[in-house]
């Protein structure tokens, strides 16, 4: 059968254009869903390694906080068991929010919890106390963990998989990051431990979700692998976290047996479709503990393809209308398009992101090559992104590690520059340290012009000092601005410590390199800031290890003195001791031999009127046996005699002796005078003062009127002289009991040797020193007594009266023999206070605070040997465990003494107790 030209053009057209140009569709169409696929999981890879990185830098900067916070002086007062304010506590939170939720616990040295502040948002959490309840769970099961940190002083950091009640749906399991730092205080004494641990939930994901716009689930390890999770999901209709696993079981189970750790898969939720990398995350000693989930959204991807397929299906179909019509135009517009896509799609495949389909096709082939290159296009903007955070976050650590490593100052910066050198591609780099006393000095320098970088200057001042006083790092495109002999990009960069500038980083690199990118600013400002801790640390290290080395040589030579001396001290140990022993013997008999010609003159006084009273009873005798004599041989009645006595003991026995002044009774003396001139008694006037002063006026009446016929005169001389004999008698034992309390303060003052406190009324301590100041104190000096109500006190009674007694003694030194002095006793419960205070001239500002040194007087020479108030002081604070002040303006100087009720056995430091 013959055809017609139209069926043969019509199947020569399907047979060479049509099926040709559907093969190559096809063709192209399966390329690209391959390339599609490998490209999908590529960048899955890299999303989920930049989320590796990212949550690696997250542990760091936990790490960081907790030897931030071992800084803190408020984690000190936690350490020491010191309640923070909730200011301090909100200013924490405040500084450590980036964190994320979690807690602060604070450890002393025993590893028991001395107080905790918790981070984060903490609205809709369950109550308080359940929350910190399970935190403290998590802190006892990683205590073999963190008591390394306590023991060997080391940072501690470790991933935790821990079940608890941390929000307020139900108990939860997550995944924490623990990092612990030991915590010391001024001197380097260890205080304790703070442990920072920060839960990786959704916040943590959401945070990861927005660096790499990628959706992240958290899997912690669990008997029940989708029980719980953490994750950046949200459900579209109430922006709530999905209660769900977005993943299926099968692949999370997969992905966890996984033998490499690593596993992609695709998964669609709520009608989203997902291309997800895993990676398994282990804690320090290789356990599992979690599984990171990087969920790249590849629904756009997926409708681009499926459009790509259905352009090229249609452009098949309308190619094989048309080649009926025009073959050659067909063959043209369709073929050559079709061509040039497949070669893109073929340059894409091999990685060229950057080729671009040129297709002037206004169909849709033209618009699949649009839709195809604005897909390269997204694809290579994206892939830049994370090359260039990548690129930064892997140059930071470079850096970092370099430095790290090292613990002396030139290891630290040498390593340091070379690092940031190499890095950044400089031609030189030069780092200047401030040393506090000689300025600024050039430490380091790598490359070439290290004399030219080191000469640069800047308003008229050396280039380093000027960067110094700068706020940010100083950018320069070209150096030639600054120096004629170089050229090229340049940054000078100050690195900082707590807000001090503590060294200068120049930067250049060479004249053909572009302009510095803020990809490297970043990296250089990120890096400053640790270098500045890095070189401060490498300075505290040097200084202890010089410190150290000295004192371990100290030590040994003082050792080698000591051993030497040792037998040298042990000889005069005895010596000395006694020696302090008789100072204050000495002194206090000194202070007793300055006192006795006062305490002479006391005596004389009594000692001199027993004289005459002796003399006056020998007289009073003389006389009253005389009477006596002459009464027996005259008297015939002896009634009288014995009436007379009779009368005289009865006086005796009742009588009350009074001194009364001359002037008084003037009218009785006048009567009785009368009664005994009528009686014809001579010296009536001067017998009748005498019976009136005695107060036997009325015995004598009562006799004369008994017996009127007598001769009067000889029995009243009688009377007389027996009531004179016990008015002398009185008076004689009045004057030995003065010279008795006087020998008894003495005594008890010179007493040098009391083993054991006893009981004592501080009140009878205190007048016995009167009685034996009792010639200074007299005159014109006022003793003013406001004796409180105080029990008896045991104490050292007889040191305590060298106390009062050289307190006493130098306040009427002070007054200079007129003013007053005054002591005050008061009760203070479970100690009393004694106050001798004094009208004096006062005691200078720039003395007093040597009164109590030994051997310093105010006194003339030869008046005081300065050791009074520095015994004073050695009784009371040493021997009794009390108090001494005192305080002094002109006219009024006041020595305030604090002893407790009960004093225990001891004795003076340096003093035997046996002497």
Same mark, same amino acid.
């Given at each position: 059968?013959?055809?017609?030209?139209?069926?043969?053009?019509?199947?020569?057209?399907?047979?060479?254009?049509?099926?040709?140009?559907?093969?190559?569709?096809?063709?192209?169409?399966?390329?690209?869903?391959?390339?599609?696929?490998?490209?999908?999981?590529?960048?899955? !890879?890299?999303?989920?390694?930049?989320?590796?990185?990212?949550?690696?830098?997250?542990?760091?900067?936990?790490?960081?906080?907790?030897?931030?916070?071992?800084?803190?002086?408020?984690?000190?007062?936690?350490?020491?068991?010191?309640?923070?304010?909730?200011?301090?506590?909100?200013?924490?939170?405040?500084?450590?929010?980036?964190?994320?939720?979690?807690?602060?616990?604070?450890?002393?040295?025993?590893?028991?919890?001395? @107080?905790?502040?918790?981070?984060?948002?903490?609205?809709?959490?369950?109550?308080?106390?359940?929350?910190?309840?399970?935190?403290?769970?998590?802190?006892?099961?990683?205590?073999?963990?963190?008591?390394?940190?306590?023991?060997?002083?080391?940072?501690?950091?470790?991933?935790?998989?821990?079940?608890?009640?941390?929000?307020?749906?139900?108990?939860?399991?997550?995944?924490?990051?623990?990092? @612990?730092?030991?915590?010391?205080?001024? /001197?380097?004494?260890?205080?304790?431990?703070?442990?920072?641990?920060?839960?990786?939930?959704?916040?943590?994901?959401?945070?990861?979700?927005?660096?790499?716009?990628?959706?992240?689930?958290?899997?912690?390890?669990?008997?029940?692998?989708?029980?719980?999770?953490?994750?950046?999901?949200?459900?579209?209709?109430?922006?709530?976290?999905?209660?769900?696993?977005?993943?299926?079981?099968?692949?999370?189970?997969?992905?966890?047996?996984?033998?490499?750790?690593?596993?992609?898969?695709?998964?669609?939720?709520?009608?989203?479709?997902?291309?997800?990398?895993?990676?398994?995350?282990?804690?320090?000693?290789?356990?599992?503990?979690?599984?990171?989930?990087?969920?790249?959204?590849?629904?756009?991807?997926?409708?681009?393809?499926?459009?790509?397929?259905?352009?090229?299906?249609?452009?098949?179909?309308?190619?094989?209308?048309?080649?009926?019509?025009?073959?050659?135009?067909?063959?043209?517009?369709?073929?050559?398009?079709?061509?040039?896509?497949?070669?893109?799609?073929?340059?894409?495949?091999?990685?060229?992101?950057?080729?671009?389909?040129?297709?002037?096709?206004?169909?849709?082939?033209?618009?699949?090559?649009?839709?195809?290159?604005?897909?390269?296009?997204?694809?290579? !903007?994206?892939?830049?992104?994370?090359?260039?955070?990548?690129? !930064?976050?892997?140059?930071?650590?470079?850096?970092?590690?370099?430095?790290?490593?090292?613990?002396?100052?030139?290891?630290?910066?040498?390593?340091?520059?070379?690092?940031?050198?190499?890095?950044?591609?400089?031609?030189?780099?030069?780092?200047?340290?401030?040393?506090?006393?000689? @300025?600024?000095?050039?430490?380091?320098?790598?490359?070439? /012009?290290?004399?030219?970088?080191?000469?640069?200057?800047?308003?008229?001042?050396?280039?380093?000092?000027?960067?110094?006083?700068?706020?940010?790092?100083?950018?320069?495109?070209?150096?030639?601005?600054?120096?004629?002999?170089?050229?090229?990009?340049?940054?000078?960069?100050?690195?900082?410590?707590?807000?001090?500038?503590?060294?200068?980083?120049?930067?250049?690199?060479?004249?053909?390199?572009?302009?510095?990118?803020?990809? /490297?600013?970043?990296?250089?400002?990120?890096?400053?800031?640790?270098?500045?801790?890095?070189?401060?640390?490498?300075?505290?290290?040097?200084?202890?290890?010089?410190?150290?080395?000295?004192?371990?040589?100290?030590?040994?030579?003082?050792?080698?003195?000591?051993?030497?001396?040792?037998?040298?001290?042990?000889?005069?140990?005895? !010596?000395?001791?006694?020696?302090?022993?008789?100072?204050?013997?000495?002194?206090?008999?000194?202070?007793?031999?300055?006192?006795?010609?006062?305490?002479?003159?006391?005596?004389?006084?009594?000692?001199?009127?027993?004289?005459?009273?002796?003399?006056?009873?020998?007289?009073?005798?003389?006389?009253?046996?005389?009477?006596?004599?002459?009464?027996?041989?005259?008297?015939?009645?002896?009634?009288?005699?014995?009436?007379?006595?009779?009368?005289?003991?009865?006086?005796?026995?009742?009588?009350?002796?009074?001194?009364?002044?001359?002037?008084?009774?003037?009218?009785?003396?006048?009567?009785?005078?009368?009664?005994?001139?009528?009686?014809?008694?001579?010296?009536?006037?001067?017998?009748?003062?005498?019976?009136?002063?005695?107060?036997?006026?009325?015995?004598?009446?009562?006799?004369?009127?008994?017996?009127?016929?007598?001769?009067?005169?000889?029995?009243?001389?009688?009377?007389?002289?027996?009531?004179?004999?016990?008015?002398?008698?009185?008076?004689?034992?009045?004057?030995?009991?003065?010279?008795?309390?006087?020998?008894?303060?003495?005594?008890?003052?010179?007493?040098?040797?009391?083993?054991?406190?006893?009981?004592?009324?501080?009140?009878?301590?205190?007048?016995?020193?009167?009685?034996?100041?009792?010639?200074?104190?007299?005159?014109?000096?006022?003793?003013?007594?406001?004796?409180?109500?105080?029990?008896?006190?045991?104490?050292?009674?007889?040191?305590?009266?060298?106390?009062?007694?050289?307190?006493?003694?130098?306040?009427?030194?002070?007054?200079? @023999?007129?003013?007053?002095?005054?002591?005050?006793?008061?009760?203070?419960?479970?100690?009393?206070?004694?106050?001798?205070?004094?009208?004096?001239?006062?005691?200078?500002?720039?003395?007093?605070?040597?009164?109590?040194?030994?051997?310093?007087?105010?006194?003339?020479?030869?008046?005081?040997?300065?050791?009074?108030?520095?015994?004073?002081?050695?009784?009371?604070?040493?021997?009794?465990?009390?108090?001494?002040?005192?305080?002094?303006?002109?006219?009024?100087?006041?020595?305030?003494?604090?002893?407790?009720?009960?004093?225990?056995?001891?004795?003076?430091?340096?003093?035997?107790?046996?002497?």
């Amino acid at each position: 059968m013959k055809l017609k030209i139209r069926h043969k053009l019509a199947i020569w057209m399907l047979v060479v254009g049509v099926i040709p140009a559907f093969v190559a569709s096809r063709r192209g169409v399966t390329i690209i869903a391959d390339r599609f696929t490998d490209t999908l999981q590529d960048e899955s !890879e890299k999303n989920l390694r930049v989320g590796i990185n990212v949550a690696v830098d997250h542990i760091n900067i936990v790490k960081n906080a907790a030897i931030t916070l071992s800084k803190k002086s408020a984690m000190v007062e936690l350490a020491t068991r010191k309640d923070l304010s909730r200011q301090d506590q909100d200013v924490i939170r405040s500084e450590f929010a980036p964190l994320g939720n979690g807690v602060i616990h604070v450890v002393d040295i025993q590893g028991k919890l001395s @107080g905790s502040i918790s981070l984060g948002d903490q609205s809709g959490l369950v109550a308080v106390k359940n929350q910190e309840q399970s935190f403290e769970a998590l802190l006892n099961h990683s205590v073999p963990q963190w008591s390394n940190m306590l023991k060997n002083y080391a940072i501690t950091l470790n991933l935790y998989s821990w079940e608890g009640q941390f929000t307020d749906n139900k108990k939860q399991r997550f995944l924490f990051i623990q990092a @612990g730092a030991p915590l010391f205080d001024q /001197h380097y004494n260890l205080l304790g431990g703070v442990i920072v641990t920060v839960a990786l939930d959704d916040l943590f994901c959401k945070n990861i979700s927005t660096i790499l716009g990628s959706q992240i689930i958290l899997y912690p390890s669990s008997p029940d692998l989708l029980g719980t999770f953490s994750t950046s999901f949200e459900n579209p209709q109430d922006l709530s976290r999905p209660v769900e696993s977005p993943l299926g079981g099968g692949a999370v189970m997969t992905a966890w047996k996984s033998p490499h750790g690593r596993y992609f898969h695709s998964f669609t939720w709520n009608d989203m479709e997902y291309a997800a990398s895993m990676q398994m995350l282990h804690d320090i000693q290789g356990r599992s503990v979690g599984l990171l989930v990087v969920a790249l959204d590849i629904t756009k991807m997926q409708k681009g393809k499926s459009d790509a397929v259905f352009t090229l299906m249609l452009s098949a179909l309308l190619a094989l209308a048309v080649v009926i019509v025009l073959a050659t135009w067909f063959s043209r517009n369709l073929a050559n398009p079709l061509g040039r896509l497949l070669r893109g799609a073929r340059e894409v495949a091999s990685g060229k992101l950057d080729e671009r389909l040129e297709v002037d096709s206004g169909d849709e082939i033209g618009e699949l090559a649009e839709a195809f290159n604005d897909m390269i296009q997204n694809l290579q !903007e994206s892939n830049n992104r994370q090359n260039e955070q990548m690129s !930064e976050i892997q140059t930071l650590n470079e850096i970092i590690n370099a430095m790290s490593v090292q613990v002396g100052v030139s290891s630290v910066i040498s390593e340091g520059l070379e690092a940031i050198s190499v890095a950044l591609q400089t031609s030189s780099a030069q780092i200047w340290l401030l040393h506090d006393e000689n @300025g600024w000095k050039k430490n380091h320098h790598i490359g070439s /012009h290290e004399k030219e970088l080191a000469d640069l200057r800047r308003e008229g001042k050396p280039l380093v000092e000027f960067v110094a006083t700068q706020d940010s790092l100083m950018e320069l495109p070209d150096l030639h601005e600054l120096s004629e002999d170089l050229s090229g990009p340049f940054l000078a960069v100050p690195i900082r410590y707590q807000g001090r500038v503590i060294a200068v980083v120049y930067l250049l690199r060479p004249s053909t390199s572009p302009v510095w990118t803020d990809t /490297h600013k970043n990296v250089i400002r990120a890096v400053s800031e640790q270098m500045g801790m890095y070189i401060v640390n490498a300075q505290l290290f040097e200084k202890i290890s010089r410190f150290n080395e000295q004192l371990e040589y100290i030590v040994h030579r003082r050792t080698m003195e000591l051993q030497e001396t040792n037998k040298k001290l042990g000889s005069t140990v005895n !010596e000395l001791q006694n020696t302090q022993a008789q100072v204050l013997i000495s002194e206090r008999l000194a202070g007793l031999g300055s006192l006795l010609a006062g305490v002479a003159h006391e005596i004389n006084s009594p000692i001199g009127a027993i004289d005459a009273a002796v003399d006056n009873l020998k007289k009073s005798m003389q006389a009253m046996l005389d009477s006596l004599l002459y009464i027996v041989d005259t008297e015939k009645d002896p009634r009288v005699l014995t009436y007379l006595l009779t009368l005289v003991q009865h006086y005796l026995e009742n009588v009350t002796l009074t001194f009364p002044q001359r002037d008084q009774n003037r009218e009785r003396i006048r009567e009785m005078t009368n009664l005994l001139t009528s009686r014809n008694i001579e010296n009536a006037r001067s017998l009748s003062r005498k019976l009136v002063e005695n107060g036997t006026d009325s015995f004598v009446e009562n006799f004369l009127s008994q017996y009127e016929n007598i001769d009067a005169a000889m029995y009243l001389q009688l009377m007389n002289e027996l009531f004179t004999i016990h008015r002398t008698a009185a008076a004689t034992a009045t004057a030995i009991h003065s010279v008795k309390r006087i020998v008894m303060a003495l005594r008890s003052y010179s007493h040098v040797k009391q083993d054991v406190p006893e009981p004592v009324n501080i009140h009878d301590v205190i007048e016995t020193s009167l009685i034996i100041l009792a010639n200074r104190l007299k005159h014109n000096i006022t003793i003013e007594k406001r004796y409180g109500d105080l029990p008896p006190i045991t104490v050292y009674g007889d040191e305590l009266s060298q106390v009062w007694t050289n307190l006493l003694s130098n306040a009427a030194h002070a007054i200079d @023999g007129q003013g007053t002095i005054v002591i005050e006793t008061i009760n203070l419960g479970n100690r009393v206070a004694i106050k001798i205070r004094d009208t004096g001239r006062g005691i200078p500002p720039e003395l007093i605070d040597r009164i109590f040194d030994p051997f310093f007087t105010t006194k003339k020479k030869g008046e005081g040997t300065g050791l009074g108030l520095g015994i004073v002081s050695r009784i009371v604070k040493e021997r009794h465990g009390g108090e001494i002040e005192v305080t002094s303006v002109p006219g009024d100087t006041c020595f305030t003494v604090y002893l407790p009720i009960m004093v225990t056995s001891r004795a003076p430091e340096g003093l035997n107790p046996q002497v």
